[in-house]
């Protein structure tokens, strides 16, 4: 309720500024922008990548008063289908990009709107020059250079934003920008532009074509007639050359006259039928005009070259090798002495923990009674408001964006739960834990018990938004956060640790994109191929699988024992010529191993 009478008043709101507006200008629309919104943490959390994938996006935006659907009511504001983009240095930082991007329920969430809008915003590549500030001649104090720039795609891929916009949401107005105007590739997309700028500003009618492969091209046709012409145009959005044959009925003596063409276009009698045969570019617009009212599109026909049906299976079965090699989960090689093996004076070796002297009523040390494997494991012990705790030497964390540790525990006595934390943190400002035993502050979540004896399976802690940018270093700890007895044994980090029900969904929509491929539905196959977990897969998980390797560590003190192991190269192929170069809660528990 409060949610819904929010987002009434803040329409209200919106609707009192646009008459105001209206004042001055009878005709003029109020245009919401809303690019920050893809930053919040609701948002964020919404499209967060997830297996399966259920975007709550319409709902995330009421959390901060916007319903998309009661301010597409109002004609006279225009609240734009925001998208943010970015080079991907790294696949994991821009996940959510790449989400809100490629979600056809995000697409249809903005359809409706009419007129229709896309907002196009650059977020600014930064780069601080501390050694240039250090002999400026007004003292490196007073002195802070930071560079800021937006680098927009290369080629023919810069105009692609500007064609998915258009060719799903018929966008009537698109508007770029970021912190600067980003600038260079224009004359990659020159001729496209001047196209739409020529096209009237409303809403084009969807020409759907007759044939199941041709409505899952991605080819798009819309008309509208408006004065004594019929307005067309052909958006390919995809990152290859097409072929499109169309079928028109115009009257006699009118002319097909595309903008770009000097002289009218020949259309080709065929049984009957008035066919336009026309080649469109990767990512192009063709635009142009009837000079007739009554001009219409019946039916459509694409053909591609054979052999990017072909190269697109391939990498569709190469996404799905990569599936099945992470059944056989590896962990990564970052911590020493995970097993607590090695001592020195009963203390383990490559661990840091308080030292008791300094610290009494706190026990951190080795015990050969009853390990789970080898020769001893790990005691901890606390007693009053003690805290103890112990953290793994620091390692890079993984390009992945994703970790998991697994661990051995028990305690003394089942009925004297302790409030044992397994945590993930880098020992400044990024610090996640999930709870065993019993959890401090007085919560009442569901927290896993511990028993006396080893359990049957080790406990799990799973990570899988890694902040992509500001860390530089992990540390894998265990805190005991009050009194209480635990024995710790065979601790594990995974950076592709997926459960068995993420696993059979990524092979699910791996063998869907198959059998669409086999019903040429090409453009479906291209979308998939687009998405977020078909390039994780691909940059993330070799056919042979390796743990992927850490991103260098910047930091003092690297872990004496860290996987240097590097995914060998893979040849560029398939489709990787036509499509950019990519650089390089679920429960905090589950038996789900």
Do not use: C
Not at 348 to 355: C, E, L, S
């Amino acid at each position: 309720m409060w949610l819904d009478w929010r987002a009434k008043k803040l329409a209200e709101f919106y609707r009192r500024i646009q008459l105001d507006i209206a004042d001055v200008s009878p005709t003029a629309k109020l245009y919401l922008a809303g690019e920050d919104l893809l930053t919040s943490a609701e948002v964020r959390d919404a499209l967060h990548p997830r297996l399966p994938f259920r975007p709550k996006f319409d709902d995330a935006l009421r959390q901060h008063g916007i319903d998309v659907a009661r301010l597409q009511q109002d004609k006279s504001i225009v609240f734009m289908r925001p998208e943010r983009f970015k080079p991907v240095v790294e696949l994991a930082e821009q996940a959510v990009n790449l989400q809100t991007r490629n979600a056809k329920a995000i697409d249809a969430l903005f359809q409706p709107a009419n007129p229709g809008g896309s907002l196009l915003f650059h977020e600014a590549m930064t780069l601080p020059l501390p050694t240039f500030d250090a002999v400026s001649p007004f003292g490196k104090d007073r002195t802070r250079t930071w560079l800021a720039s937006h680098i927009p795609p290369n080629g023919i891929h810069n105009r692609a934003r500007f064609i998915h916009s258009i060719a799903t949401l018929d966008s009537q107005v698109l508007v770029e920008g970021g912190w600067l105007l980003p600038l260079g590739q224009e004359a990659a997309v020159q001729r496209q532009l001047a196209a739409y700028r020529m096209l009237p500003a409303a809403a084009f009618k969807t020409i759907a074509p007759n044939t199941e492969s041709a409505q899952a091209a991605p080819l798009v046709v819309r008309t509208r007639t408006q004065g004594e012409r019929t307005y067309f145009y052909l958006a390919n959005d995809s990152p290859w050359p097409l072929q499109a044959e169309v079928e028109w009925d115009i009257p006699a003596g009118a002319k097909l006259q595309p903008f770009h063409a000097a002289q009218p276009a020949q259309l080709t009698a065929r049984e009957g039928k008035q066919l336009w045969s026309v080649k469109l570019e990767a990512y192009d617009l063709l635009a142009g005009f009837v000079t007739a009212p009554n001009a219409a599109v019946h039916d459509w026909k694409v053909q591609f070259n054979p052999a990017i049906k072909i190269e697109l299976t391939e990498l569709v079965q190469q996404v799905k090798s990569r599936v099945n090699t992470l059944r056989k989960r590896e962990p990564l090689n970052v911590i020493q002495n995970p097993g607590f093996e090695i001592g020195n004076a009963g203390k383990p070796v490559g661990w840091q923990f308080p030292d008791p002297k300094k610290v009494p009523g706190v026990i951190v040390d080795l015990d050969t009674a009853k390990p789970f494997k080898g020769k001893q494991s790990l005691h901890m012990k606390a007693t009053g408001n003690r805290v103890a705790w112990i953290r793994s030497q620091r390692f890079a964390p993984p390009t992945t964006g994703r970790i998991s540790v697994l661990v051995w525990a028990r305690t003394r006595d089942k009925q004297k739960q302790p409030p044992l934390r397994i945590a993930v943190d880098d020992g400044q400002h990024y610090y996640r834990f999930a709870p065993l035993g019993t959890e401090t502050g007085g919560a009442n979540n569901v927290v896993e018990k511990l028993s006396a004896e080893w359990p049957q399976r080790p406990y799990l802690f799973h990570v899988d938004n890694l902040p992509s940018e500001q860390l530089d270093s992990l540390m894998i700890g265990f805190d005991l956060m009050g009194e209480g007895e635990v024995w710790l044994d065979d601790v594990q980090v995974f950076d592709l640790y997926f459960f068995d029900t993420e696993l059979n969904e990524l092979i699910k929509n791996a063998g869907t994109a198959n059998f669409q491929l086999k019903s040429n539905r090409i453009g479906e196959g291209e979308r998939y191929l687009e998405g977020y977990w078909p390039r994780f897969l691909l940059e993330h998980v070799p056919p042979a699988r390796m743990a992927a390797a850490p991103r260098n560590n910047t930091r003092p003190n690297p872990p004496a024992v860290r996987d240097a192991s590097v995914p060998p190269a893979e040849r560029h192929n398939g489709l990787q010529r036509y499509l950019p170069k990519l650089p390089k809660w679920k429960l905090p528990f589950s038996s789900d191993d």
